[in-house]
């Protein structure tokens, strides 16, 4: 009885976990729901302070590449139906490639290298850029068997400071605002001010790294 008591004293002593520190946000972390249309935020914590939220289109797919073809398996978020889409690739050395739609409205499209070039393995794999609509600058990534896109529309920047486990923002013509924040299994869990939980993750690609 003695030691049950004891115990029941220190469960109820016991300190609440402690809140996360300020350089556990550091880096990138992405929306984990995105919208039915795929956008999602990016956040961005820097050591100095600044903070940057882009707004963006984002996909992932597996891919192979069969001679000359790009074949690239989308599964839909929300149904889970899988869809495989074709493209013919061409090489202009290993700075640029041009892909084209068997689509006829669809245009052709010139992606141009950000950074060096694999030794070896395939020509594709790399980061890449380009025009989406002649107006907005789309990235794209490969690794080995993934591609991932994204696509920039809105980015924002401002300041950000952590004091124990409130997370206070200011960004650019927006008021100043204080969420509670956590970090837990992994995530990154921010309480907006309706009350709502918005949960990120640490992104497969850094793509926007820096944006």
Same mark, same amino acid.
């Given at each position: 009885?003695?030691?049950?008591?004891?115990?029941?004293?220190?469960?109820?002593?016991?300190?609440?976990?402690?809140?996360?520190?300020?350089?556990?946000?550091?880096?990138?972390?992405?929306?984990?729901?995105?919208?039915?249309?795929?956008?999602?935020?990016?956040?961005?914590?820097?050591?100095?302070?600044?903070?940057?939220?882009?707004?963006?289109?984002?996909?992932?797919?597996?891919?192979?590449?069969?001679?000359?073809?790009?074949?690239?398996?989308?599964?839909?978020?929300?149904?889970?139906?899988?869809?495989?889409?074709?493209?013919?690739?061409?090489?202009?050395?290993?700075?640029?490639? *041009?892909?084209?739609?068997?689509?006829? !409205?669809?245009?052709?499209?010139?992606?141009? &290298?950000?950074?060096? %070039?694999?030794? +070896? /393995?395939?020509?594709?794999?790399?980061?890449?850029?380009?025009?989406?609509?002649?107006?907005?600058?789309?990235?794209?990534?490969?690794?080995?068997?993934?591609?991932?896109?994204?696509?920039?529309?809105?980015?924002?920047?401002?300041?950000?400071?952590?004091?124990?486990?409130?997370?206070?923002?200011?960004?650019?013509?927006?008021?100043?605002?204080?969420?509670?924040?956590?970090?837990?299994?992994? *995530?990154?869990?921010?309480?907006?001010? !309706?009350?709502?939980?918005?949960?990120?993750? &640490?992104?497969?690609? %850094?793509?926007? +790294? /820096?944006?």
């Amino acid at each position: 009885m003695l030691l049950l008591s004891a115990f029941v004293l220190w469960a109820a002593a016991a300190p609440e976990p402690a809140p996360a520190p300020a350089a556990a946000l550091l880096g990138q972390w992405e929306s984990v729901a995105r919208t039915p249309e795929g956008v999602g935020n990016i956040l961005e914590f820097y050591p100095d302070g600044r903070v940057t939220q882009v707004s963006a289109s984002m996909a992932e797919a597996e891919y192979r590449v069969v001679g000359d073809r790009l074949i690239a398996k989308w599964k839909d978020p929300a149904t889970g139906k899988i869809s495989e889409v074709e493209t013919h690739v061409e090489f202009e050395g290993s700075q640029r490639f *041009l892909e084209k739609s068997d689509d006829t !409205n669809t245009g052709d499209t010139w992606s141009e &290298r950000v950074g060096a %070039a694999p030794r +070896e /393995g395939s020509p594709l794999v790399g980061r890449w850029c380009f025009l989406f609509l002649e107006t907005l600058t789309s990235f794209r990534e490969f690794t080995k068997d993934r591609m991932y896109n994204r696509l920039p529309v809105v980015t924002l920047r401002g300041r950000y400071s952590v004091a124990g486990d409130k997370l206070t923002v200011t960004m650019q013509d927006q008021p100043s605002g204080e969420y509670p924040f956590r970090i837990e299994n992994g *995530l990154l869990v921010i309480q907006s001010r !309706n009350g709502t939980a918005r949960e990120y993750k &640490r992104p497969e690609t %850094a793509l926007l +790294e /820096g944006y």
